[in-house]
């Protein structure tokens, strides 16, 4: 089996049949990262291009360890060490990238699309959209997937919330379609200013009180408020937004004894949770961190034409 | 004397109310007379694109235009022609020829160039360039504020002088109300109206599409319908306020058209016109993230596009403007956010209306007024005398049913974002006339250039 998709460009584009391959192989190539020397030379000779243009410490780790654990060679761009600052356009850019002979580009830009203007101009690349603008993290809700799959022993009939800054999140967007197709419910919950324009067709329930949303969860994913992007009134501080919104023992007091609790980090403690349940036994955030490596592995070698690990 | 006989048209001249058979003879620049029914001695047929052309008499030359539409030369009070100071994106002389070249005998242009269109000297520079070019007659539109800044009034009483059409920030909007009125109140002293892109901007703050489901699956911020509605309600109350005439430019939401007619009909002096592009695309066809969709005011959805045709039908938005903004590539290869706005509009905005008019959406005679009208209502005037005896002769041949194929790669202006790119669509301008003289064949093109 292979894949139907040759970029990973949105989790829209992808069957429930290439994301069960790409979650078993996660499984498959995650216990690599357990033996004493941590390398395969599935790989070797295969060039990865990791193209950051947007600032990013998790997301480009994951991806060069998860290169380098099955021995591809990764460079990195990143915007500072670019060209982009002198007025060069994004696809001049990208025409450069690919007469480096690239087999894989891994691109994350702060405008929604750019990773679609890459894959269009280069058919030969595969390219992996590793987050752009508001707009999609594909590989993050595969990962966020695994885990859950993990903890739960499955996705379909769970209730998942999706609870903070909808507005500004590319998880968030991935997250809806991909648990939407593996058929889990989905909620979202956030102060109206966080609710983009007509977010229930993506059919999910919308709630405005946390407590509501605890109540019905057996998943619940914490956004990060990204205070960089905040100029536009969304809440009035700090203090209020962790009081009325964010995820504390007193909201924890209306969850299931099971609840699953997640975030896609880096976490602003006492922001949109408190330490101590970031921390807690309900929380699998180290997990997601551990599974994003594997589900990285997986694409990469998948989209240079790995057939199903044994 | 120089004369020129247009025979076998139709001529429909809803300024006028003309709609027949007529030969129209042109004598030195006015149009001279109008005689009833064909005159078959043409044997040429330009009603169809294959053959037609002039023939040169012994005083002049007759055009057989049979199977085609003389209409009231077309204006078009929306364009930017970047001179001075963006050049690479066009200039007076490509601009005038994407003008003719689209049917247009007189166009405006806006204040946004590098610098300002902010004094009576440069709205003089302007039209000395667009007289010895020749080709479209050129209107300049000054500004509101100094260097579109909203903190200062320009020089309004040396820009009407010098022969600006109107006032506008036109790009920027004046979010001082109390600027904005005395500008109008000032404005209206010399007779010019302020035209107004209506955007609070605080409220688009960082949109680049329109807001709604779309954007939302885009991961693009949206620019809401509430943002030109509340411009357009407080221009409104403005004009209520001092009786000064505001001209709602490229209005795009239902809401605004709603407004609009609300106003006209308690007798407040607002008048508005809307371009082609948002008459045929919503926002729908950002999806792709193609930059040649980014647009402001922004395409918006379908109940919109139905309220803007309704409000054309019925006289609620008075003129089409195509809003004409040449991008260069280092604009446009962007991506979707850091994009310029703005797409081309001069050379397709014909094929494109009348595919509302195929549609039976709008009639013919409605889509002519609406075209041959934007002086007019700008200028509150009878500028534009449409086809009769001593008229000024600038005419728009055209034919409704002919093919055409939107090829960038064939268009005069410098700059080729245009949405339409590949669209197949019915309806050719033949030949523009411009004081009596043919500018644009569309058989031998652009007349050499040559100054008034």
Known sequence: MTLSVKHILSARDLTKKDVDLILQNARALKEISYRPIKKVPTLRGKQVLLCFFEDSTRTRLSFDIAAKRLSADTAVITKSGSSMAKGETILDTIKNLAAMQADIIVIRHKEAGVPWEVAKAFPQISVINAGDGMHEHPTQALLDLMTIQDAKGGVAG?????????FHSRVARSNMILLKKMGAKVHVCAPKTFLPADIDKYGVAVHTRLENAVKASDVL??????????????????????????????IMKFAKRDLVIMHPGPVNRGLEIEPEIADGGQSVILDQVENGVAVRMALLYLLCGGKEHE | MNEIIIKNGHVIDPLNNIDGKFSVIIRDGKIFDIKKGADRAGSSRAGSSRAGGSRAGANGSAIDVSGAIIAPGFVDIHTHLREPGFEYKEDIESGLKAAVAGGFTSICCMPNTNPVNDSGSITECLLKRACSVGLSRLFPVGAISKTLKGEQLADIGDQAEAGAAAISDDGRSVMNSLLMRRAAEYASTFGLAIMDHCEDTNLAASGVMNEGWVATELGLRGLPSAAEEAHVARDIALSKLTGAHFHLTHISSAGSVELIRAAKRKRINVTSDCTP????????AVRGYNTNFKVNPPLRSAEDVKELIRGLA???????ASDHAPQGLVDKELGFDTAAFGVIGMETSLPVVLKLVHEKKLSLKRMIELFASGLNVLKKSKYSGGIKKGSAADITIFNVNDNVAIDSSKIYSRSRNTPFEGWKLKGKVLYTIVGGRVVFDHEKGISPAGGW
């Open chain 2, 314 to 320: 019925d006289g609620t938005i008075d003129a089409i």
């Open chain 2, 277 to 284: 592009h948002h008459l045929v695309l919503t926002d729908e």
């Open chain 1, 221 to 250: 994913m914490m956004l990060r408020i990204q205070m960089e992007r905040q100029d536009g009134f969304f809440f009035p501080s700090a203090r209020e937004y962790s009081k009325y919104f964010g995820l504390t023992r007193e």
């Open chain 1, 158 to 166: 769970l209730n998942v919330t999706i609870a903070g800054d909808i």
